[in-house]
């Protein structure tokens, strides 16, 4: 490629005799060194371990492109720099090789201390590489180990620093090392020697013999080590030349890029931009914290990414640079015709599509913490940071597009998001998906029938998903669930009440010590976890059986608060039983997953999927049937039962039921209020079948339904064939020629009963 040299390579004791002479400088819109002390220490035993750690990417210098990009020296660099080369990609080794080989005087960054780096010479000559290189934060003690050789020789440490005095500081310190120990060996000897010596000294002195004698061997051990590996060992490079425009070396990244140099698109468009007066470091330093809710690498390119979907729907690499101000962008027409388009006509443009960026980011950010909403209360707990960009640009969409049918859109965009998740979309291919998504969601919004293909595969496949192998904490799915457990408003266990959510965690329900004891392979399961606090973990769990402080739970609650709270942690009935059978057993935890499981899928069909079929015509006449049996049904207890005696009449299990109901509906549509369900017949929307038949057999209201019912048991008996045909086609069951009859028969009891 013109202007660009092959590959070539520097041995060790080059680079460090160019880091040492100021050789090296790095471009303003390199981001800060970011190595902590053990990532330095990491790179340092990989290059004595003889292993590749990377080419650099470097820019021949010359005074203009110096100036251009603002370059500064390596940090800490405190002497006269010489420029040679602008370091373009190796920042971070470099400076990770001067601090560990040239121990500047100044704090490690972002530390109050300076750092020092050591390696341990016996470890080292055993070859114990993990084990031989270390590094201390500095102290009065390590202060003077580092300025005083003779601790270091009689501790066999070798400061890395000396490595950066070059090959004669080198010589000079194992000289020293290597007398010190000489020196040793020889009083040891004469001590041997005299004949006053008793038996015991003897064996001291013949043990601190052979010591001075292995660790002159290892000095000279050390000295090939090092010899060695300065001259023979390689650091790789690629050097571009000085005359070439800052534009070009842009695109020589993209195309380095693509043969797998990890190089970051923020910091190439930074470069790019300078030249139109835009400085992305300084405007992004000004925003960082509002969008602190992933990798911040991450997230200041999907501010790009957002302006780029809405821009042009793609948000690749080679696209973004279409965001720059007066870049032509060809596009091509289905009739073969061409059209050349500038997207950013001018710098303010820019930054006003940036702000517009941020602050859609800022919005959805809110959203997706929100725990009415989506529930992804902090970041640990985000299924996908890397779905953030399409979530940002379609809500952006639907905000400037004004739809009327905001509630159905807003819908659309929940079942879109959970089904991403669940068939995890967004482990792949990023980029292309985000677009595609982009483009289905808007067909979507205009036409009902076209749904994404994702949201198909996520309603075809969810039923027979296993939740159970879920197990890695921080995992997409894993994440999701307990994501699903903050928005039934997952209650503490310890005071009832909704929990501070930024304090959660997820704790084992069946502990982690009987998992491990009885080699449970799924005791991790996100079906064994729920979120809790701290302090109620301490006080209801402390790594106890479930039989013994549910137990607790039940006897200092009630049966009702009870089942309640563990029913907002989608904890059935069912399977608290399951966890209080005693003696516990291993399929007894299968139970238990097994049946957490139903309740789970279960409040995702009912809540994301809404399980809307399209019916056969027979099956939509019964349904319509029941339907409008069950709004007669509403009706009549909304007038037997008046508003003020709705409490004392409705058993209050039922109560706090359609109570949760109808605040997860409020939640769900900011246009609800509490003052919108006042009313009996506004609350009688959220009872179920079965509970219009408990709220009129009652012993409170039999009284009140008699008269039309006549026989209750009767009622009972029609509402239970009712339910079991309305259940049936709503969920798309399997349902036998029996039930079928049974429920048209009590179709037809109720029609005659509600005239």
């Known amino acids: 490629m013109k202007h660009i040299e092959k590959a070539e390579s520097k041995h060790l004791d080059k680079i460090i005799s160019e880091i040492r002479e100021g050789k090296y400088v790095i471009p303003d819109f390199q981001r800060e060194f970011e190595w902590n002390p053990w990532d330095v220490n990491s790179l340092i035993t990989s290059i004595f371990m003889d292993y590749y750690i990377g080419t650099l990417l470097l820019w021949k210098a010359s005074s203009s492109n110096v100036k251009i990009l603002s370059c500064e020296p390596i940090k800490g660099f405190s002497k006269k720099v010489n420029p040679e080369h602008i370091v373009l990609d190796g920042q971070q080794r470099l400076t990770a090789m001067f601090f560990a080989f040239f121990n500047p005087d100044i704090p490690y960054p972002k530390r109050k201390k300076r750092c020092f780096f050591f390696m341990n010479i016996e470890e080292l000559v055993n070859e114990n590489y993990e084990e031989a290189f270390y590094y201390k934060w500095e102290t009065k003690a390590y202060k003077k180990l580092i300025e005083t050789p003779e601790i270091q020789y009689a501790r066999n440490i070798f400061p890395l620093e000396v490595i950066g005095k070059g090959i004669w500081g080198i010589m000079d310190w194992l000289k020293g090392y290597e007398n010190h120990w000489k020196d040793k060996k020889t009083r040891f000897e004469e001590g041997e020697n005299k004949e006053s010596v008793l038996e015991d000294e003897h064996q001291v002195f013949s043990k601190e013999i052979q010591e001075a004698k292995n660790n002159i061997k290892n000095g000279e051990a050390l000295g090939n080590i090092l010899r060695e590996l300065l001259n023979d060992y390689n650091l790789s490079y690629i050097e571009l030349d000085r005359d070439i425009s800052v534009s ?8 380095i890029n693509s043969k797998g140099v990890p190089l970051n698109i923020f910091d190439l468009l930074n470069a790019i931009l300078r030249p139109h007066d835009i400085y992305l470091k300084d405007m992004w330093r000004t925003v960082a914290g509002n969008l602190d809710y992933t990798d911040p690498a991450k997230m200041k390119i999907y501010v790009f990414q957002v302006m780029s979907i809405l821009e042009q729907t793609y948000c690749s690499s080679k696209y973004l640079y279409y965001l720059v101000p007066e870049e032509s962008k060809v596009i091509k027409h289905p009739d073969g015709r061409k059209e050349s388009k500038i997207l950013i006509p001018n710098k303010t443009t820019f930054i006003e599509k940036w702000n517009a960026s941020v602050n859609a980011i800022e919005r959805s950010i809110k959203k997706l913490r929100n725990p009415r909403e989506f529930g992804a209360i902090t970041p640990a707990f985000v299924p996908y940071p890397s779905i953030i960009p399409a979530f940002t640009a379609i809500n952006k969409y639907v905000e400037t597009k004004g739809y009327k049918n905001i509630l159905d859109i807003n819908a659309k965009i929940k079942k879109w998001y959970w089904a991403s998740i669940f068939t995890e979309n967004y482990s792949s291919s990023v980029e292309s998906t985000s677009a595609k998504d982009f483009t289905d969601l808007k067909k979507w919004f205009e036409d009902d029938t076209l749904e994404p293909e994702s949201y198909l595969r996520f309603c075809n496949e969810f039923e027979n998903q296993n939740l ?86 039940l006897e200092n609650n009630g049966e009702t608060k009870f089942y309640n709270i563990l029913e907002s942690h989608l904890i059935s009935k069912k399977a608290c039983d399951i966890l209080m059978r005693k003696p516990f057993t291993e ?38 049937e029941i339907e409008l049996i069950e709004l007669n049904i509403r009706d009549i207890i909304s007038t037997k039962i008046k508003d003020s005696d709705y409490k004392d009449n409705i058993p209050s299990d039922i109560q706090d039921k359609v109570q949760r109901r109808i605040q997860n509906t409020i939640k769900k549509n900011p246009l609800l209020s509490h003052e919108d369900f006042k009313t009996t017949r506004s609350k009688m929307d959220y009872f179920d079948l079965q509970e219009y038949c408990t709220i009129i057999t009652s012993k409170n209201c039999w009284s009140l339904f008699e008269q039309q019912f006549k026989n209750k048991q009767q009622l009972m008996n029609k509402f239970s064939q009712l339910g079991e045909l309305r259940n049936a086609i709503r969920h798309s069951r399997s349902v036998s020629e029996v039930a079928i009859l049974e429920g048209k028969a009590s179709i037809v009891w109720f029609k005659e009963i509600l005239k």
């Open 248 to 255: 070009k070396v842009c695109d020589i990244f993209t195309h």
């Open 587 to 624: 399929e007894d935890f299968s139970d238990f997953l097994s049946e957490r499981e139903k309740t789970i899928k279960n409040f995702v069909k009912v809540n994301i999927i809404n399980d809307v079929i399209d019916l056969p015509p027979d099956l939509k006449q019964l349904n319509d």
């Open 468 to 553: 159970s192998k879920f197990v890695q904490k921080g995992g997409a799915i894993y994440n999701a669930i307990f994501n699903i457990l903050i928005l039934n408003e997952a209650r503490d266990w310890y005071t009832s009440d909704l929990p501070e959510y930024e304090t959660l965690d997820d704790h084992h329900i069946v502990p982690h010590s009987w998992g491990k004891k009885n080699n449970i392979s799924d005791i991790n399961s996100i079906l064994n976890r729920t979120p809790l606090s701290p302090s109620t973990n301490r006080h209801i769990i402390s790594d106890r059986m479930p039989y013994e402080y549910l137990a607790e739970m």
